[in-house]
């Protein structure tokens, strides 16, 4: 079904000459130089159970052929993460109850992080995949998409946060809240403090090694011991200093942390 933007969970269809058709579309149009260029974007909210599960398990597939099994080699413990995540999403899917005829019955998903209904079609609403921290532990070992790190957010919020620290969501929504703030000194003192706390977040990223590659990241992480693994997770999620950071920082030159990112031999 394709709905408007407001993306309310009673269905809301598109409004206009189109709307009786399930298969309207809501069009965007991008300036190019050679003029405007129609983008088609059909947002579909709900979806047949067996289709939906036939989804999530063609894109799980697609994720830990793409990750974990480049550096996890034990295929049995991939395959139980897969089969666990996979069943840990499918339960999360809602039954649709109201609306049109058509799609009660069907099932929707949405996003972890902001609560709003998700597309299964392509697009920035669409459903992605996400692991929220950059690593996990299975059985002693560094994961990825393990069970309790995936969860399902929209394709653009998993763009931008990207290798982040999953911090840098919601600094990120300070920082264009704060747009709408009417006392320019008090907007003035906000992007400040969102600025210094995302370069802070910059910081983070190179010296636990985020900008690293799956492979080489986890060779870094497996030198840790465990008690340093979980208070890094908590630093990451929660920006609150921890002694382990000035640790990792005596390894870093100034010119280092300033200068973009490149490999470090």
């Keep these: ?56 398990r063609v894109k799980l597939e697609n994720t830990y052929s793409r990750a974990d099994t480049k550096f996890i080699s034990d295929k049995d413990t991939v395959r139980k993460m897969k089969e666990a995540v996979r069943d ?37 609403f669409a459903r992605s ?18 069970p309790g790190n995936v969860y399902t957010t929209s394709m653009a919020a998993n763009w931008v946060k990207k290798k982040h620290p999953i911090l840098v969501l919601p600094l990120l929504g300070v920082w264009l809240r704060n747009h709408q703030e009417p006392d320019f000194q008090r907007r003035k003192a906000v992007w400040a403090w969102t600025y210094t706390a995302m370069s802070n977040v910059a910081t983070m990223d190179k010296v636990f090694h985020l900008t690293l590659d799956h492979k080489p990241q986890i060779e870094k992480w497996n030198e840790w011991d465990q008690d340093k693994r979980e208070t890094v997770l908590e630093h990451l999620r929660t920006g609150t200093y921890v002694p382990v950071l000035d640790e990792e920082l005596k390894s870093w030159s100034t010119k280092d942390l300033l200068e973009e990112w490149h490999p470090r031999t």
């Design 1 to 56: 079904m394709t709905l408007s933007r407001d993306h309310n969970d009673t269905a809301a269809p598109i409004t206009g000459p189109d709307a009786a058709d399930p298969a309207a579309t809501t069009t965007a149009t991008l300036q190019r130089t050679t003029g405007p260029q129609p983008i088609e974007e059909t947002f579909v909210k709900t979806a047949p159970l067996q289709t939906a599960k036939s989804m999530v």
């Design 88 to 124: 840990g999403l499918i339960a999360q899917f809602v039954t649709h109850t109201a609306g049109q005829v058509h799609t009660v019955g069907q099932v929707y998903t949405v996003c972890d992080y902001t609560g709003s209904p998700l597309s299964w079609t392509p697009g920035p």
């Design 129 to 146: 995949v996400e692991a929220a921290y950059p690593f996990a532990i299975v059985k002693d070992k560094i994961a990825y998409h393990a």
